[in-house]
């Protein structure tokens, strides 16, 4: 049975959520890989809606095993919220694995990313605030707190002491913050030692067995593939690698593994934060895209930046990834325009570019080269095979697909878990 990777294909937030529920079913493991508590994802269940930020979505999935890997980073106390928000609404969350090799969100780690997020002034990067970027560098500096670190109190104990020597230099003789006690973040930390303790296991053998059983694990990437920090848009990026090489370092499966990958667009462009976005709008087609769209952060709660679909990031996406199918989700909100701008090229300097520059500079002044696709009035929310769809809804479709290199599987026309069209089955 397959080892599926799910991503985002532009700048997160494409639906994945839904994506991953609708397999949810179908799968017997649903493993975050890499990311914290900065993603989140709304999962409309019924007439129920999930906003979730750290936990794998198919925990809303009876049956299916959700895995938080190696390599995601874990704030104890959002973890521990998210798991209580969940059971007071009945959901069952005892199956839930955590690896103890994920790396802890500190509240030094907290205090770091929002000073200084706050010093960059009009420089800044765009961060959640929530302490990601400073934990993963903690990690690549070696002086990581890990999950199975809470079970030791004299390696916390040092380990916490370890950090803290540079951290308090820089937040009182740079900052000029406070400096954080070592007793203090420890004693918090082991506070939450008992509470998460059920769920800690050794995650890489786990599913690398279950692989092994022909079991099917589908693994869920956060953010999307611009934000990925070797192949995004840097320095506007996140701190890990959402693309699908993440999977296999962030949950500890070998390449081989993995049989399918699935990217997730929308039917048109979002974008979260500071950083270059071509298709950008500023006039009444990005507010009526906000508004129909609900563009608002599930985590952040900040307002998306909306712009029409660019095939340049969607063929990227699928050069960088080896996408095998899309996902395309949202159709619906573009109902109503009578004509659909696609952007299909870049101008730069005057020279027309077809894929994604690797300059940083050539990106930050690219002007889109828009195609106009007609569009529909109809209400497709109801469309259960692709032949329910409009005429020139169906072109769109067509078009994207053929500019974005990879089959569209499947199509979102509605929030719901079943307003969906499946074209070719995932699994």
Not at 52 to 70: D, E, K, Q, R, Y
Not at 100 to 125: C, M, Q, S, W
Request: proline share 5%; hydrophobic share 35%; charged share 20%.
């Amino acid at each position: 049975m397959p080892a599926l990777v799910l991503l985002g294909a532009q700048w997160g937030d494409e639906g994945k959520g839904k994506a991953t529920d609708l397999l949810g079913g179908s799968v017997d493991y649903v493993v975050r890989y890499q990311g914290g508590n900065n993603a989140g994802h709304t999962v409309v269940v019924g007439d129920q809606k999930y906003a979730l930020h750290l936990l794998p979505s198919g925990i809303l999935s009876p049956g299916c095993t959700p895995v938080i890997g190696n390599g995601v980073v874990v704030d104890p106390s959002v973890l521990l919220s998210e798991l209580s928000g969940l059971n007071e609404r009945g959901v069952d969350t005892s199956k839930l694995l955590i690896s103890g090799n994920a790396h802890i969100i500190t509240p030094y780690n907290v205090t770091v990313d929002k000073v200084t997020e706050r010093f960059l002034g009009k420089r800044k990067i765009g961060t959640t605030g929530r302490g990601i970027g400073p934990t993963y560098a903690d990690k690549i500096n070696r002086v990581g707190i890990r999950v199975q670190d809470l079970y030791d109190e004299s390696i916390l104990q040092q380990k916490v002491e370890a950090a803290l020597d540079v951290k308090n230099q820089i937040l009182t003789k740079l900052y000029n913050r406070r400096a954080i006690t070592a007793d203090q973040v420890v004693e918090e930390l082991l506070g939450y030692a008992e509470q998460i303790k059920p769920y800690v296991a050794d995650t890489v053998l786990i599913l690398n067995q279950a692989l092994e059983d022909d079991k099917v694990v589908l693994f869920e990437g956060g953010q999307g593939t611009l934000l990925d920090i070797d192949h995004g848009t840097y320095p506007f990026v996140t701190s890990s690698n959402p693309t699908a090489g993440g999977a296999c370092t962030g949950a500890g499966v070998g390449p081989t593994k993995i049989s399918r990958v699935i990217g997730i667009l929308k039917a048109y462009t979002t974008r979260v934060g500071a950083g270059p976005f071509p298709t950008e709008l500023f006039d009444e087609d990005g507010e009526a895209l906000r508004r129909i769209g609900g563009e608002r952060g599930v985590t952040t709660g900040r307002d998306r930046r909306c712009g029409w679909f660019d095939a340049v990031i969607a063929r990227y996406a699928t050069r960088v990834n080896g996408l095998t199918d899309f996902f395309l989700t949202k159709l619906d909100v573009l109902t109503g325009w009578e004509q659909i701008p696609v952007c299909v090229a870049y101008e730069i300097d005057g020279k027309r570019v077809e894929e994604l520059p690797y300059s940083q500079t050539d990106f930050h002044h690219a002007k889109p080269v828009y195609e106009m696709l007609p569009g529909w009035n109809e209400d497709i929310s109801k469309a259960k095979i692709f032949s329910d769809l409009p005429k020139n809804a169906q072109a769109y479709v067509k078009a994207l697909e053929e500019m974005s290199g990879a089959p569209i599987s499947a199509i979102g026309v509605g929030p719901g878990r079943d307003e969906t069209i499946e074209i070719n089955s995932f699994l």
